[in-house]
Structures are given as structure tokens and as C-alpha cells.
């Protein structure tokens, strides 16, 4: 970021060039960016082509629907919103106001907790204006994600059978994981599910039970596996993979099923209806978060971590 900023003062680029790419960029349409932001078309098409000659890459493909937006544009537009933060930030200080509408992203495994945490970012900043994205996606679009800053922040979890091979993504990407905290393993299931009555489930309990995933695409392996796996292998006669969180607490009440996780739920968001009960494992996990290396965060990344902390801080003292 520190490497952006005196690239932004040692060249003819200007925050008003990087306004023009950001919103070319949102539109995916030059006349609609034109319109938008009150310039001719041919002045953006040429202030935009100025900036990619100046930063020798090439930000956007030109197609016949629009433009879509390259690698190395995607790299660059991260830090230039970053940049557009920080002079929106300026304003507001000594100005009292801002004219840029705030932006950010966030990709995580499917936690609550995560989702919690986003939403007291929203009410921390309250702004009128914001263009924010929570994606609960699967553990190798996390990893490209903020590895091509398409969000800032990533979510997901590393246990004993996964580590070396997230670990070794994480540093193919140029990745940073901080631990947000360790805990044992739990199950999720309905509160009116015969197990709720236990204080600790045991995997041969669970046998009679629908087993409950998350799908994860053509990176279907167990180390992408959203739920940790336990320290023995077990037989799932019932086995269900789902997309979404929803779908997934849907079928924990609808069929008495269950999920492996981290035993953190927010009654908050989700109700009462579904409850954790640890497992009789010796297996745990770790909860982190993935950020780019040598990149600073944006004032609301830098909260949102913040208010996942805080939930760490929760966790342990259970």
C-alpha cells in the first residue's frame, strides 16, 4: 500500500484517474461510466488509456458487451480503491465530507460468527452510501479471492489433515494467515434432536444420523473440506452436501442431521432452533484469517477483524 501511494506521488496519476477506473470498473461499461460520472466518452476512454500506458499494464479487456476487467487490472484496482479510502477518509476528517461511496469484501467459509461481524461493521460506519459483499463460498475461492483482491478479508479454517496443503496455497499466493482462535470440535444439530439431551456426543452416536456438508465444486477433497475431520475416520451411511447455510440448518431441523464445526453460533442471526454440542474427539481446529501480504487494511477491514476478534475473545472464555 505504502509502495502505491509513492508510485501515486512520484507520477502523473491522479485520484481523479483512479474515480474513472474504479467506476468503469463497477459499470463493466465505458458509456454507462461516462454517463455516470459526467465526462464525455471519449475523454474516460482516453484518461483510462493514459493510466494503463503510464502503469505499463493493461486494466481492462475491451469485448463487444463492455469491458471486463484483467489480472493485473483486478491487482491494481484493490489498491486503488484502498487509496480512494484513504482520501475519502481525509475528507470526512478535515472537510466533514466524502463524495466516494464506501467499498469492501469479505469471503469466508459459511460462520455466523463471520456474518455477525460484517454487520456490526455496517453499524459501526452507518453510512448512507456503501457497496459492501459477504460471500460464504467454498475454501478454494476464499484463497482466490484475496489472493486476486477480490475481497480483502478471507475466513476458513486449518486442522491437522488440511494444513500442509492450505498452508502451502497460502504461500503459493502470497497469502497471510492469523489465527483467530483454536477450539475442539463440536457438532451443529436441531435442538429438538434426540442427541441435544447429551453433553458430549460421541461419533458412534452420530451413526444413525444424516451427515451434513458443504459442497465444494471440483475441489470436492477433504482438504478443502469446509468441516474439520476427526481424529478417526467414521462410516456415514447418510451423507448430504449442500451451497448454502440456510439450506444446511434447514435439513439440521428437517431431518435431524448434523454438521461438524466449530460449536459458534450467533442466536443473534440464526434463532434458537439449532445448538452445538462438543465432540468426543481429541481433533480441533483453528479459525484465521487470510489477508494479502505487504497490504495495509482499509478502516473497515481493519474493524471487521476488530469484531471477529471479539468473538475469539468470547470463544476462550467458554
Known sequence: MAFFFRMLYDSSMTLQQLK???TVADTKNITEASRK???SQPSLTAAIHDLENEMGITIFARTN???AVTNEGDEF???ARQVLDQASLLEEHFKGESEST???SVSCQHYSFAVKAFVEVIRTFGANEYDF???ETQTHEIIEDVAKLKSEIGVLYMGTKNRRVIEKLLTKNNLNFEPLFTTPLHIFISSKNPLAKKRRVTLKDLEAYPYLSYEQGDFNSFYFS???LTEVDF?????????DRATLFNLLIGLNGYTICSGIISHELNGEDIIARPLAVEDRMTVGIITKKNMGLSRYGAAYIDALKKTAVHKKGK
Open 77 to 79: 484496482l484493490a489498491y
Open 133 to 135: 459483499t459477504l460471500r
Open 235 to 243: 462410516y456415514c451411511p447418510k451423507n448430504i452436501k449442500v451451497r
Open 65 to 67: 458487451k463492455g469491458v
Open 20 to 22: 474513472y477506473t474504479v
Open 226 to 228: 469446509e468441516e474439520p
Open 37 to 39: 460520472i459526467f465526462i
Open 102 to 104: 464506501p467499498i469492501f
